[in-house]
Nanobody, 120 residues
Framework: QVQLVESGGGLVQAGGSLRLSCTASGSIFSINYMGWYRQAPGKQRELVATITIGNTTNYADSVKGRFTISRDNAKNTVYLQMNSLKPEDTAVYYC??????????????WGKGTLVTVSS
């Protein structure tokens, strides 16, 4: 079993910055893909950013130029640096990872989420 634990959420004023972290633990052989998704009240969960084991990144258009995703493979950790935050960035942010275990079985896992609130 694998657990993803997020941290770093909180309340920030518009224009401010936050850094989210997510660490995976458990039965892990490798993690091909890690990413961040978010869900605002009354809306569907949406992709924010992803990063592969080779550090190829992908961003939602709404966050390009403001958010940066990175990872530390040795620590099984992914980060999301969020700058120039806007009220519309307010959401619960979820970590996601595609994990290969010691039996070479890939499975996708989700964290429980961390709340980011941006005040205007």
């Amino acid at each position: 079993q694998v657990q993803l634990v997020e941290s770093g959420g909180g309340l920030v004023q518009a224009g401010g910055s936050l850094r989210l972290s997510c660490t995976a633990s458990g039965s892990i052989f490798s993690i091909n893909y890690m990413g961040w998704y978010r869900q605002a009240p009354g809306k569907q969960r949406e992709l924010v950013a992803t990063i592969t084991i080779g550090n190829t990144t992908n961003y939602a258009d709404s966050v390009k130029g403001r958010f940066t995703i990175s990872r530390d493979n040795a620590k099984n950790t992914v980060y999301l640096q969020m700058n120039s935050l806007k009220p519309e960035d307010t959401a619960v942010y979820y970590c996601n990872a595609d994990v290969r275990n010691s039996f070479y079985i890939n499975q996708r896992y989700w964290g429980k989420g961390t709340l980011v609130t941006v005040s205007s």
